[in-house]
């Protein structure tokens, strides 16, 4: 009794030291839960008046301390599909950019001063490249046609280079990182718990406002974000875990990031973003090798074989609980067989249907109209059973492979215009054509993305910044067992699965995705 009242004094002591810390860490949730239900609800964006007012209050704390506000950037990181500007601004802003815009200028306005908000940055060479390829989407733009929307997305991109900045300014050490790693978890768990919760309302037909039936997107615009999303995390348990391998530290230190790791897996696999399950095996390979490497280093390749184990267990067991619970209408098993080329559907075939009795696979969907059958949604079963139609499964060729040739042979074609200066990022979409929902495609590819929007200035500069870092992360990861080879592990690791992620899409314009950027300077920073 005494030892437990001990620990809850212990505990509230804690809070009370630190009582400043966990009133943002409340700030960063409610904040969190309000915009993403506002934005689901309707409700945003702000009016002009509104928007005006909390810009102005929000640049006043920003003034008295910046660091506030950072922190609660990096805690709107995943919000993006929540709009702030106002109808009459003609744009949409997220609400880590407008958090950016009036941090930038908080900095600024007390540079002038003399009141600096953080010390000189310190650059390293790297950090000219992002201004590079920056700049290759206005060279881009100054002659595509039409060139305004080439020029709006070059701003936009431009925009996110300063977040890669601010990331920069702001976090100077792994030390400091590892300040942000609440505001980055607590938004991870609303996120999360919010894609279960799509799932569930999808089961019972309640609005789970899914853009695709059956796939959580979470506060993402597509569920393919949602997993790169969450890819980050698997990375951030991975490598947390196996600082408690280096540390030696007690088994029940490792609850946290074993949650961690549980959580973003079971919501990756119910994603069913096939291109995220391929960048976690390729994660989970490299994991291995610096694991028994440094434990072989350390004379413990018990512990790090134990560790290994614990990982693969904690991820199967999520894999395994989505048919278990049937906490997913998608066949899990059957949708990581159509990465090799197969695709599994669902039609209704009317009562005097003529579909032959044995068939497994078809060769286009205007075969089905001949046996009096149609392909239909996962949300329209129950609508066709009530009204007596019979409910099969049959395979088909993954439309996703003619659609990717098709996407390449358009990438090439627009390139050779102009495969130097390339077309601009604002008539990629125009130029790739739109999928069945109406979106505008991607290059499927983010180098060849950067090729198109950028030029090959933008190409060779992102993929020098991109392959430096992967390098670098990859080298310090597997260099022995110390601590702070626990960032360069959990880089590399999200390096790899954005990496093998990218391949197949184009996951660029995303907060996270340039605040990763913004970390991978903490690589090349002196060792004391």
């Not at 009242?5 to 969190?32: C, T």
């Not at 995943?78 to 815009?101: K, S």
Request: charged letters at 15%; a positive charge; glycine letters at 8%.
């Amino acid at each position: 009794m005494t030892d437990l009242q001990s620990s809850f004094s212990g505990a509230i002591g804690y809070v009370r030291r630190h009582r400043i810390k966990f009133a943002l860490q409340a700030a960063n949730i409610v904040f969190g839960v309000l915009a993403l239900s506002l934005a689901l609800s309707g409700v945003l964006p702000m009016s002009l008046v509104n928007f005006v007012f909390f810009s102005f209050l929000l640049l006043l704390v920003a003034l008295y301390r910046p660091v506030w506000i950072f922190l609660l950037l990096v805690g709107m990181l995943p919000y993006e599909i929540v709009n702030l500007a106002p109808a009459e601004v003609g744009f949409m802003l997220r609400p880590y950019q407008w958090l950016m815009i009036i941090l930038l200028g908080a900095v600024v306005i007390r540079w002038f001063v003399g009141r600096r908000a953080v010390p000189n940055l310190r650059f390293v060479w790297i950090d000219a490249l992002p201004a590079v390829f920056s700049m290759g989407a206005l060279i881009a733009a100054i002659g595509a046609h039409p060139s305004g929307p080439a020029f709006r997305l070059a701003l936009i991109l431009s925009s996110f280079v300063g977040l890669y900045f601010v990331v920069r300014l702001f976090i100077r050490s792994a030390k400091e990182a590892v300040h942000v790693v609440p505001f980055l978890s607590a938004s991870f768990a609303i996120v999360a718990l919010w894609s279960l919760m799509q799932n569930i309302l999808f089961a019972l037909g309640g609005a789970h406002f899914e853009v695709m039936a059956g796939r959580p997107n979470g506060s993402f615009s597509e569920p393919d974000w949602l997993g790169m999303y969450l890819l980050f995390f698997v990375a951030l348990a991975l490598a947390w875990l196996y600082r408690h391998l280096v540390l030696r530290q007690r088994p029940i230190l490792s609850i946290a990031p074993s949650l961690l790791l549980f959580l973003a897996s079971l919501v990756l696999f119910l994603s069913m973003t096939r291109s995220a399950w391929i960048g976690l095996a390729a994660m989970g390979a490299f994991f291995a090798l610096a694991v028994m490497t440094v434990s072989m280093k350390l004379g413990e390749p018990k512990r790090g074989a134990r560790l290994l184990g614990q990982s693969a267990g904690i991820i199967v067991i999520a894999l395994l609980l989505i048919p278990l619970l049937h906490l997913s209408r998608f066949d899990i098993f059957d949708r990581a067989a159509s990465t090799g080329g197969e695709q599994k559907i669902t039609i209704a075939c009317d009562g005097d249907s003529t579909l032959p009795v044995r068939l497994e696979k078809i060769e286009s969907l205007d075969q089905l109209s001949a046996w009096h059958c149609r392909h239909i949604m996962l949300e329209d079963i129950a609508m066709e059973q009530a009204a007596g139609r019979s409910i099969t499964t049959v395979y088909r060729d993954d439309p996703n492979v003619s659609i990717r040739k098709s996407i390449y042979e358009r990438i090439f074609a627009s390139g050779s215009e102009r495969p130097v200066q390339g077309i601009g990022w604002g008539n990629i979409g125009t130029r790739l054509g739109s999928d069945e929902r109406g979106a505008a495609l991607n290059a499927s590819n983010m180098f060849l993305e950067f090729w198109l929007g950028s030029g090959l200035i933008g190409l060779v500069a992102f993929s020098l910044l991109w392959f430096v870092l992967g390098f670098q992360s990859g080298r310090l990861a597997l260099s022995g067992g110390q601590e702070e080879v626990a960032f360069p592990l959990f880089f590399h690791l999200a390096w790899i699965g954005c990496t093998v992620f990218n391949l197949f899409n184009s996951g660029i314009l995303l907060g996270f995705f340039f605040f990763l950027l913004g970390l991978g300077g903490l690589l090349f920073q002196r060792r004391s």
